[in-house]
């Protein structure tokens, strides 16, 4: 695998280390922004041990060029790159220009959302002020269209920045969305090389309390746009975490765009009386609305330059709106509290499934594993059932944080973190078993029965998808218990929504009891443990899971119950008896491993391969 060396010099790394940064972990050549230039060349800049660089890296345009070389023309990397490897940026080029919210000084203090390279002036926020960024953190920078004429596109950040003074008492950190237009050049007389079309919102993700008092999720940690049949439109993935001290909890919220413009087109925070409130803006707005783009769409002007003095003057002032954008349905269609990992990442792939489309959410943890996620609609979008399809580990390592992680074609994931890369399939239909029932009921909508097997369902190929089809396979077995001893008869469902139950039936007797957990028997999960065999437990034990209405069979287990006169002649085979201390260790284990998830996890065979 080709690496190419791209360190910071020793002069750069002593001065680093003379400022008091740390020499391993501060003073190297950290790479934070890796974009494609054009079709041949990538632009990648670095934090350079406290001293942003910028090059280009050349790529080759087919992979088969086997080209992979550092171009030798190093560039100044400041409000391209942070100075200090821990701040996060984001950035994207469009148009050979780079879009970057990033830090612009050593003490990491100026924070800024800039425009660089390209022909025209680099283009920065207002500087120290804290109406416009107040200590952000960047998440994800994109460009959506306003309208078909391309004057109006519209550049939207994401990020997230200590509440303004004030603002929201009680919450110190807010989730936001900026917009900037495109061809914003900035003003003639003031606002000279700053934005003069920056607005933002903030984004709230909440679940509603029974007493008035929301839980909130302000730590925007990813974004993913879903794109539409509209490119105006596209569907905005979010999520978020909690930096509440009593709880700890994650969400992913949706937002659409429709719903950004209108808190964009609605009033501007203000302050004003007494108390110096945020109170929405009442007075009169200039003509064209501050935040418009110049284009023939909107008033005729030909340039943010030829924008009047009252536009600029109101824009410098007023860059916050009142209203938050709330996500659709008025609430988070995951939510995950009390859990000992939180969300880091996400990324979305739309499957044409045999009964429409679905996005199946991949969502990136803390704890180096993957959530493969679907919401399906019960009755219609207001009311979406969320359906865990696999809980994935990644990473062998524990605690591995997933910093990235990209969706490639319709076949492969990729997730990065401290560890390396890490590729992973997006479906492994072969994981809900062999029956059809379980296929089906498994509802993962990249896989369908196809008469022998679960596989990957493709829209023109026959499947065989629907319940009245489903051929469940059942399992027997025969085991031997001794009385006075416990017996643990072992049966899960491999679907993660269905519920199993038990029923019991003694020889000779048509009729079948359902077991209920009380003094002598316990149902878990995992199946049924019976303290204490009695003279009557000896029967048949019937092992169902239900789900939707669907009931399958999965094991039928010949109890047959043996007393100590007969162990002690050496009837019972080491085979079929179980020891009361190694059932008590095995159900020891078996509650650990209950209380510490509540689903099952499947750990990927292959390692990462690091890069």
Same mark, same amino acid.
């Given at each position: ?26 003073c ?23 001293h ?59 924070? +800024? ?13 207002? /500087? ?13 920078v ?7 004429? *391309? ?9 997230? &920045? ?11 950190? *807010?989730?936001?969305?900026?917009? @900037? ?7 003639h007389?003031?606002?000279?090389n ?74 501007? +925070? ?20 501050p ?42 269609i ?10 880091? /990442?996400?990324v ?18 803390d ?6 996620v ?10 979406? &059932? ?20 990209? @969706? ?16 992973m ?11 059809c ?38 399992l027997?077995k025969?085991?031997?218990?001794v ?23 003694? +020889?000779n ?19 049924l ?18 789900e ?7 094991l039928?287990?010949?109890?047959h ?7 002690? /002649?050496?009837?019972?085979h +080491? ?18 491993r209950?209380?510490?998830r ?6 990927? &065979?292959?390692?990462?391969r690091?890069?």
């Open positions: 695998m080709a690496q190419i060396p791209w360190p910071a010099s020793t002069s750069r790394r002593d001065e680093c280390k003379w400022a008091g940064k740390d020499l391993k972990s501060e190297s050549n950290f790479i934070k922004v890796l974009q494609p230039f054009n079709q041949t060349h990538l632009y990648v800049c670095g934090t350079g041990a406290f942003p660089v910028c090059a280009y890296l050349e790529v080759g345009k087919k992979l088969e060029d086997s080209v992979f070389r550092l171009e030798p023309q190093i560039e100044n990397g400041r409000g391209k790159s942070p100075y200090d490897p821990k701040l996060l940026t984001a950035s994207m080029l469009i148009d050979g220009e780079l879009y970057s919210g990033t830090s612009a000084d050593f003490m990491g203090r100026d924070f +800024a959302i800039f425009r660089t390279l390209g022909q025209h002036h680099p283009i920065r926020t207002e /500087q120290h002020d804290s109406r416009w960024l107040n200590d952000p953190r960047f998440v994800s994109h460009m959506i269209p306003e309208s078909d004429n *391309q004057e109006d596109d519209k550049i939207y950040l994401f990020f997230r &920045e200590n509440a303004m003074d004030g603002e929201h008492a009680g919450k110190a950190t *807010q989730a936001r969305i900026g917009q @900037l237009c495109k061809n914003d050049f900035g003003g007389r003031s606002l000279v700053k934005w003069t079309t920056f607005l933002k919102a903030r984004l709230v993700c909440s679940v509603p309390g029974l007493n008035g008092i929301d839980t909130h999720f302000d730590e925007l940690q990813d974004v993913f746009l879903m794109s539409s049949k509209d490119p105006k439109n596209p569907i905005i993935y979010a999520v978020f975490t909690t930096s509440s001290n009593i709880f700890k909890g994650s969400a992913v919220c949706l937002y659409s765009m429709a719903d950004i413009r209108r808190v964009f087109l609605g009033p501007y +925070a203000h302050r004003d009386g007494p108390n110096y409130q945020w109170v929405p803006f009442q007075g009169r707005v200039p003509y064209p609305r935040g418009t783009c110049p284009s023939k769409t909107f008033g005729g002007f030909d340039s943010t330059k030829d924008l009047p003095d009252d536009v600029i003057t109101f824009a410098r002032g007023h860059p916050a709106m009142f209203n938050p954008v709330y996500p659709i349905n008025n609430r988070p995951i939510v995950k509290t009390d859990t000992n990992y939180q969300f880091t /990442q996400i979305v792939d739309r499957v044409e499934a045999e009964d429409g489309q679905y996005d199946v959410m991949f969502i990136g943890t704890m180096g594993t993957v959530l493969k679907v919401s399906i609609p019960r009755g219609s979008w207001h009311d979406l &059932e969320e359906i865990l399809l696999e809980e994935m580990t990644v990473f062998r390592v524990a605690y591995t944080h997933i910093y990235s992680i990209q @969706l490639k074609g319709h076949q492969q994931l990729y997730l990065g973190s401290e560890l390396g890369v890490s590729q399939p997006l479906h492994r239909c072969e994981v809900y078993g062999k029956a029932a379980e296929c089906c009921l498994a509802r993962d909508p990249y896989c369908a029965w196809d008469g022998t097997e679960c596989s990957r369902y493709f829209p023109m190929a026959k499947r065989y998808a629907h319940t009245h089809t489903l051929i469940p396979t059942v027997d025969t085991v031997h218990g009385e006075n001893s416990s017996t643990f008869l072992e049966c899960s469902a491999k679907s993660q929504r269905a519920l199993t139950y038990w029923q019991y039936q003694q +020889a007797d048509d009729r079948r009891q359902d077991i209920k957990t009380e003094d002598r028997f316990v149902c878990t999960e995992q199946g443990l019976i303290r204490t065999l009695d003279k009557k437990d000896s029967g048949t034990y019937v092992c169902q899971a239900v939707h209405g669907f009931m399958q069979t999965l039928k287990v010949q109890l119950q043996l007393h100590q006169q007969q162990q002690q /002649q050496g009837l019972v +080491a085979h079929t008896h179980v020891h009361a201390h190694g059932l008590a260790a095995k159900w020891k284990h078996l509650q650990e209950q209380k510490g509540n689903r099952r996890t499947h750990e990927l &065979e292959r390692a990462p690091s890069v």
